[in-house]
């Protein structure tokens, strides 16, 4: 099979590598989807992300979909040829987490997640043909889901956990500071979960563009001088910019919430952070998900429309050209999309993998 492989600091290879078989609680995955995310340029272009260091080759890919191919022994209640996405995580040791933090997975210590290199070995991602995945990690795509949009349950789903950490968002206005990829998605989530008007604020009028058909009503320019919208109760700051911090919280209401789900950096950054203390704001963490992938995929098949964050889409043997697309600004890129297999169609009922399985 073919394999999108990194293997140091602006080195990306289409690598061969053997067919994986199904062990005991595993199928193998035919692959048909997977969506670039910013781990997985940060491994392409600086050979790291965050604290998780390269030392060997990594398969990439977090965000993907495909169908089963092969059910291996010890499995049951799963059938070749079901459409499926998978949850990336897997904790390690015996998954005991205290009482306060009980179902909160995503605080586990330890956890193995597809495509990095925080472990050694590295967990391989599944921008492959074939991968095999543990079958509880399996998620079936509901009716009218296909493979292309079921590829973007992962990342939906830590939209879906950021808006939760906000409370109840029902009827309320609500800031969203970027759009990116995650804040697109969180103003689509936020609309999903009955928010008020959701205004996002971006530098970007491309990306602008993209939150306004994910469903923003309001839009802010930050690179024409747009101010943030005043006395907001709740902001997702989705943008990871340390600069953006001290406006963000200038805007937010007397006593109201912000959530952090933008990745800030980790070393030393300077922010403007005074009024978090004079305005009594709440600032909240939002890591990844924990069980938000089950309702990703229900709130798809509920209409939450995820195609127009999806703005590229290149075969695999183009990976490097993606990449490269997802990572430049100027492409007016959101989402970039990689097609395992010969059928772009992710609604055609036959399965596009027969001549390789």
Avoid at 44 to 69: F, K, M, N, Q, Y
Avoid at 160 to 175: E, F, I, K, M, P
Avoid at 189 to 202: C, P, Q, Y
């Amino acid at each position: 099979m073919r394999a999108v492989t990194v293997h140091g600091a602006g080195d990306l290879r289409v690598d061969e590598r053997p067919d994986p078989v199904a062990p005991e609680g595993h199928v193998v995955v035919a692959v048909e989807w997977g969506g670039i995310c910013g781990s997985d340029l940060a491994y392409w272009r600086h050979g790291r992300s965050g604290t998780a260091v390269l030392r060997d080759p990594l398969v990439l890919g977090h965000e993907i979909a495909g169908r089963v191919a092969r059910v291996g022994p010890g499995v049951s209640g799963v059938e070749e040829g079901l459409p499926v996405t998978v949850h990336p995580a897997e904790l390690v040791g015996d998954g005991r987490m205290p009482e306060r933090l009980a179902g909160r997975t995503n605080l586990y210590p330890r956890v193995r997640y597809f495509g990095s290199a925080a472990f050694h070995p590295h967990t391989d991602g599944g921008f492959s043909e074939f991968r095999a995945v543990r079958a509880d990690q399996l998620r079936p795509l509901p009716a009218g889901v296909g493979t292309r949009e079921g590829a973007l349950a992962e990342p939906l789903a830590v939209a879906l956990h950021a808006v939760s950490r906000a409370g109840d968002v029902a009827g309320r206005d609500v800031t969203v500071n970027g759009a990116g990829p995650i804040g697109c998605l969180v103003a689509a989530a936020l609309k999903h979960a009955g928010a008020g008007r959701v205004t996002v604020a971006d530098i970007s009028p491309a990306s602008l563009a993209v939150a306004r058909a994910m469903g923003a009503d309001g839009l802010r320019d930050v690179s024409l001088g747009e101010p943030l919208p005043e006395d907001a109760e709740i902001v997702i700051e989705a943008s990871g910019a340390p600069g953006a911090l001290g406006p963000v919280l200038r805007s937010t209401a007397r006593g109201g919430t912000v959530v952090q789900v933008g990745n800030l950096p980790g070393t030393e950054a300077a922010a403007v952070l005074g009024d978090l203390v004079t305005r009594e704001i709440t600032w909240k963490g939002s890591y990844r998900f924990s069980h938000e992938i089950d309702d990703a995929l229900t709130a798809m098949a509920e209409g939450l429309d995820v195609r127009p964050l999806m703005t590229h889409t290149f075969p695999l043997d183009r990976a490097e050209e993606a990449m490269r697309v997802a990572a430049d600004p100027a492409s007016g890129s959101s989402k970039v999309m990689l097609r395992f297999g010969p059928d772009p169609d992710p609604t055609d009922p036959t399965h596009p993998r027969k001549d390789l399985l």
